[in-house]
């Protein structure tokens, strides 16, 4: 059946029923049918599986309801383009999102199996590094949630992000098979499979009517084949699609090397096509230059675009309205060569002239940078580029010159202005700059929180914000409430449930009503209870990962994020040294757990050093009898989604505390203030906006702002000049320097002090002083109970903006031009008829 079909009355579901009885029924059915066990010899993995099987079959009609809704109202669609997708576990999420969450335990409790028990088996499904992949997951979900048609389009990778393993201290990374014991989630779509062209040459003809016509041939074909992810909307109808693309050999094996007797080669080459989609690249502030990577972005862009234009012409649309009926984002410059095939899918497939070609890709496509940091933007060799692209290459070295004649035009003589502006980077052996065909190809263009989006204009697109002041725009960032808040905290989801109506899971902004409530001594009472019971479960976990036990009533400081140097995990490092210190020196301290967690690049030997350093002093720290209980350190092994929802609902202090002007914006800062923890950190990202909202009184901010590092760098002072700013930083760094912390790795801690002393690159000295203060100004705070709890409570209240729905509804609103679909009223047992 096409999209334009209309439904066949044959072809009426009959939906399954969502009552204990019927799920049970369907759970035993998957069990035997499904998943091939009897009963009696199932595991617990095995009911994992079958339960899965038994929601998938009930997401799945929804989405074909959602699917026929929009082919009939002729809606405007939105894919979201992006290489990663930081889902989690999807199970207790669906269950959820679906509204039967309750109903299954109950039915799995009448088999006598335990729902926890079964859901902590499901491995993540991390196919991101971080921020951006976890945005990409939180939109997506928003999406489905407020009726949008949005579609995500990705890699599925084999591998996702690799899971870390502490070794000595150090970090080790082990391959992340998650998808060895198959996966109940995705509908595998055979039929929908694209041919991706690699490397080959151009052929060019020329018209009668002197326009030129191209033809890309030879070099190798690889397919794309689909498999799908229905993502529910919180107890809506409407779920809508991830599309995620495996490649496949085009044959399966090549019959010249069969014919010849080389069954092994034959065999070889295949499987080498099908290394793009094995592993994702688990770097998130670096560009990797790497062949394999350039293939992998093209690979998946080819794809979705191809069949995003097979879809519009399936329900009938002329190829000319593509960009009225379909907006494009690109997720970073990580898919930006989309507007180079969408160009030449255009040009070449579908013989539009360029004019007509290029008006209609600027209007499908917008793009969102996440970072300023000039070693994450993707520049590609031109050499590289012309013999993996040779197409792309013609038609990025036409939109170039078209561009640069534009700004002759209007800005005549400023020859450098044209050098910068251009997408070839002249200077550095010639190089594609892929963020300047992002932004030369989509009509807007948008920072990730107000100080990022402003020092986009000032810094990286200063030039292209002369050419075009009005393509540049904000979204800040935004965390879906529904795993952030109701999912990871359901003792505070009860709480502001029992004070306030429960419209506020779909419209954050119906928080502000528990405001009231932060100066209720019942309320305070409550909110410590749920804080402590939320720590009694971190600190079990904590155990039975790390063996490192932690008391469950003192303060949870929390730094939770990749191990980057702009982060700056070695201030809060310094911090549990000064602790330590004070300690040993018998001072009375503010009893409290740090806990750190996070993955380095594997490339990354400063990131990978800083990790081996903070488990050496935590383990000096944890096992001091003189600390008595009152400072505990741990290195958490393996953050991942699923040990987010643990972590951040047990933290009492958020450390946002990356150098000023580095990053983009922040999603973990909104966690945990929605979380109820208060944050400590520096004026930047969407701290700004976290402070704006909570009032100054309820956050600790401190340290160089973005222009003041800028004026400071200028300055030049030399890092070791700083050590007098403190009373002990010198005695610190001197620990650090002369291995007084050190198991083994006496030179490591070394270099770290060296680092520090002489290059410290994003100023931990020059902000330390700042920083010790507002540790201390926020120790305070925390031995009046009352007092934090009451700006604890303030920050929950306070955090409507954060919502991810209203940054989906910002995009749609100023970049997309979509509106949300009538979305059908949240009651599955309706249905049942
Ligand atoms: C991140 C940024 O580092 C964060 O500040 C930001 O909140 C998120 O993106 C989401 O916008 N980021 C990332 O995770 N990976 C990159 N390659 C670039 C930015």
């Known amino acids: 059946m096409t999209e334009t079909t209309p439904p066949n009355p044959r072809h009426r579901l009959s939906p399954l029923t969502c009552d204990a009885p019927g799920l049970r029924q369907s759970i035993r059915d998957a069990l035997v049918r499904v998943v091939g066990k009897d009963p009696d010899l199932a595991t617990p993995r095995d009911w994992l599986h079958a339960v899965s099987f038994a929601i998938r079959e009930r997401i799945i009609e929804r989405r074909v309801v959602t699917r026929r ?3 009939d109202e002729d809606v405007k669609r939105v894919y979201y383009l992006s290489m990663e997708y930081l889902i989690g576990r999807m199970l207790e999420a669906n269950l959820r999102n679906m509204g039967i969450l309750e109903v299954t335990q109950q039915a799995l409790q009448d088999l006598g199996v335990d729902f926890r028990e079964i859901a902590r088996l499901e491995e993540d499904a991390a196919l991101g590094n971080g921020g951006l992949g976890r945005l990409a997951a939180c939109i997506l979900e928003s999406m489905a949630t407020q009726g949008y048609p949005g579609y995500g389009y990705g890699i599925r990778y084999e591998y996702g992000m690799f899971q870390q393993h502490i070794e000595h201290f150090r970090q080790v990374e082990h391959p992340d098979n998650w998808l060895r014991f198959g996966n109940p989630w995705e509908f595998p779509r055979p039929e929908k499979t694209f041919p991706v062209r690699f490397y080959g040459y151009v052929v060019e003809h020329h018209q009668p009517d002197g326009e030129t016509s191209c033809n890309w041939e030879n070099g190798e074909e690889v397919l794309a084949m689909a498999y799908d992810y229905p993502t529910a909307g919180y107890e809506r109808r409407n779920v809508n699609n991830l599309r995620l693309w495996a490649a496949k050999a085009t044959r399966d094996f090549d019959l010249r090397y069969f014919n010849e007797g080389d069954y092994i080669r034959a065999v070889a080459d295949k499987n080498e096509s099908e290394t793009i989609s094995m592993v994702l690249y688990p770097n998130d502030a670096t560009a990797i230059g790497k062949e394999l990577r350039l293939k992998q972005e093209y690979f998946f862009v080819s794809a979705s675009l191809q069949d995003i234009i097979d879809r519009h012409l399936q329900l009938e649309y002329p190829i000319d309205e593509l ?7 690109l997720n970073d410059t990580h898919p930006a060569i989309a507007v180079a095939e969408c160009m030449r899918l255009l040009l070449d497939e579908h013989r539009i002239p360029w004019d007509q070609a290029w008006t209609i890709t600027r209007n499908l496509f917008s793009y969102t940078n996440h970072t300023l940091m000039p070693e994450a933007l993707e520049t590609w060799p031109v050499a590289l580029m012309e013999r993996v692209l040779p197409r792309h290459m013609g038609i990025i070295y036409r939109i170039n010159h078209e561009f640069i004649e534009e700004v002759r035009h209007r800005f005549p003589g400023e020859h450098e202005f044209f050098r910068r502006l251009s997408i070839i980077d002249e200077d550095h052996g010639r190089r594609v700059r892929m963020a300047h065909l992002a932004v030369i190809g989509s009509h807007r263009v948008n920072g990730v929180a107000a100080l990022h989006t402003s020092l986009l204009k000032q810094t990286l697109f200063a030039d292209f914000n002369r050419v075009w002041p009005e393509r540049f725009v904000n979204v800040t960032n935004g965390v879906t409430p529904r795993l952030w808040m109701i999912q990871a905290n359901p003792g505070l989801t009860e709480l502001i449930e029992s004070r306030i109506s429960s419209d506020w899971k779909f419209d954050l902004d119906r928080l502000k009503q528990f405001e009231p409530y932060a100066s209720d001594d019942a309320t305070r009472e409550a909110f410590r209870a749920v804080k402590r019971r939320n720590k009694e479960r971190l600190a079990a976990l904590v155990h039975k990962r790390t063996g490192i036990t932690i008391r469950s009533d003192v303060m949870y400081d929390v730094q939770i994020k990749r191990i980057h140097e702009y ?21 009375d301290v503010l009893p409290r757990v740090v806990l750190f967690a996070g993955k380095a690049a594997p490339g990354y030997q400063r990131a990978k050093d800083i990790i081996a350093v903070i488990n050496e002093v935590a383990d000096i720290v944890n096992h001091d009898p003189a600390m008595g209980d009152r400072l505990k350190c741990v290195f958490f092994p393996n953050y991942e989604v699923s040990s987010a929802t643990i972590i951040i609902p047990a933290a009492d202090l958020s450390e946002q505390i990356s150098t000023a002007g580095f990053e983009a914006s922040g999603t973990g800062n909104m966690k945990l203030a929605l979380n109820g923890a208060l944050t400590i950190g520096t004026l930047d990202g969407a701290n700004i906006e976290i402070r704006d909202a909570v009032g100054t009184e309820n ?35 001197e620990a650090l320097r002369d291995g007084f912390f050190s198991n083994g790795g006496r030179h490591l801690h070394a270099e770290i002090a060296r680092y520090l002393l002489e290059e410290d690159p994003f100023f931990v000295l020059a902000d330390y002083a700042a920083y010790s203060d507002a540790c201390a100004q926020a120790d305070r705070m925390y031995q009046d109970a009352e007092a934090w709890s009451e700006a604890a409570l303030l920050n929950v209240a306070r955090m409507s903006h954060f919502s991810i729905d209203r940054t989906v509804r910002e995009y749609a609103q100023n970049i997309w031009n979509v509106v949300p679909e009538p979305v059908l009223p949240p009651c599955p047992e309706a249905d049942t008829n």
């Open 69 to 71: 809704q929009f082919a």
């Open 699 to 733: 956050i600790f901010i401190f340290g160089m702002t973005a222009d003041e590092i800028s004026a400071h760098r200028a300055q030049g002072i030399p890092p070791g000049a700083h050590l007098d700013s403190h009373p002990r930083l010198r005695s610190m760094v």
């Open 323 to 329: 960009a009225d009926k379909a907006a494009i984002q």
């Open 567 to 587: 982060k700056r995990q070695l201030l809060k490092l310094l911090h549990v040294i000064e602790l330590y210190q004070r300690i040993r020196d018998g001072e």
